[in-house]
């Protein structure tokens, strides 16, 4: 019995753990944001891209989204909290990060540069870089 309780509890918060059992509550529901299909980047966006090397979107998610995010993040490996970087299990402890890749922005973004079939990398390390500091080698 002890089992299926715990079970329930995990299947409902959508528990992940590192050594000290951080759990990742469940999101509000953007789902009307992310059901839009992709919007792709326009001749001017792709050329911005190829002559300066960034472009500076503005996804559909509403800003409390971000804000939750930046939080999330903050309170996970903010400063001095660098040693709980949970490494390449940061999709898994922060799942709400995924639905940053399928905003129909980003998405069309990846869509437009990469093409149908891209593949994202499972590296997922988040590397941190405080104001000030040097920039990170290539790797």
Known sequence: MEY??????????RQFSLESGLSTPRTQNYSEYLSKRPKLLSDQEIQHFLTCGYLSLQPTLPPEFHAKLFQRINDLIG??????????????????????????????ALLSLLGP????????????????SGGQAWH
Do not use: C
Not at 4 to 13: F, P
Not at 117 to 127: E, I, K, Q
């Open 79 to 108: 400063e001095g909290r660098e040693e709980q970087n949970p490494g390449n299990n940061f999709l898994p402890v922060v799942p709400e990060m995924g639905m940053v890749f399928k905003d129909p922005v980003i998405a069309g």
């Open 4 to 13: 299926q309780s715990t079970y329930r509890r995990a299947a409902t918060e």
């Open 117 to 132: 079939d891209y593949m994202m990398h499972p590296h997922r390390f988040v590397h941190d870089n405080p104001p000030g």
